[in-house]
């Protein structure tokens, strides 16, 4: 994934160099969600995290990403002469801050999520107390990822806790689809540990 000019950004998020702000966004979103270090037990997987990190930290930024688009990795993190910047005067080279986790929070809309909710139609299945059931023979869509924010003192004590979710619903003539908001209950157990992650079955897009 690297070319003439560096590492093809584009290449890592499996995008031509065409896409849009918002093809670069659901590039991410599929990607770092399939490698996500809870997700992937590759060896190789946290690289590929942190590469898919680095690659959405650029593209998506209209300042990096057209000096990227001009001078490729090498010109974005070396610095380009301030006269060949145009609009975008550039005296200081690009350094990723080297923190995958920061992107996925951000881009997830959460910076300390205490317990992460994968809501899917069933491929992988996790019972809310661990244990793994087999793979179904169907390939389903990526799991919904949602944060859940608790206190400490509902970590400590238990509690309950309501989350809405906005689901892909087929209609009754089975040719088209709507979207509906639906409210799931989670019974915050005692003890439970920050990254918790709990399955709602057949809760994912239709």
Known sequence: ???????????VLELDRGATANDIKKAY???????????CKEPWGPSRFRQLAEAYDVLSDPMKKGIYD???EEGLKGG?????????PWSV?????????KV??????????????????????????????GRGALRRDPPVLRDLYVSLEDLFHGCT???????????EDG????????ILTIEVQPGWKRGTRIIFEKEGDQ
Do not use: C, W
């Open 1 to 11: 994934q690297r070319d003439a000019m560096g590492v093809d950004y584009y290449a």
């Open 29 to 39: 979103r599929k990607l770092a969600l399939q490698y996500h270090p809870l997700k």
């Open 70 to 72: 001009k001078f490729g």
């Open 80 to 88: 380009i002469p301030l006269e060949l910047a145009s609009d975008n």
């Open 93 to 101: 080279g690009y350094v990723f801050h080297n923190n995958p986790e």
């Open 104 to 133: 996925f929070k951000e881009f997830f809309g959460g910076d300390n999520p205490f317990a992460e909710f994968f809501a899917e139609d069933g491929s992988e299945v996790l019972p809310p107390f661990g244990g793994l059931r």
């Open 161 to 171: 806790k309501k989350i809405k979710i906005s689901r892909r619903v087929m209609n």
């Open 175 to 182: 040719q088209t689809s709507t979207i509906r908001d639906k």
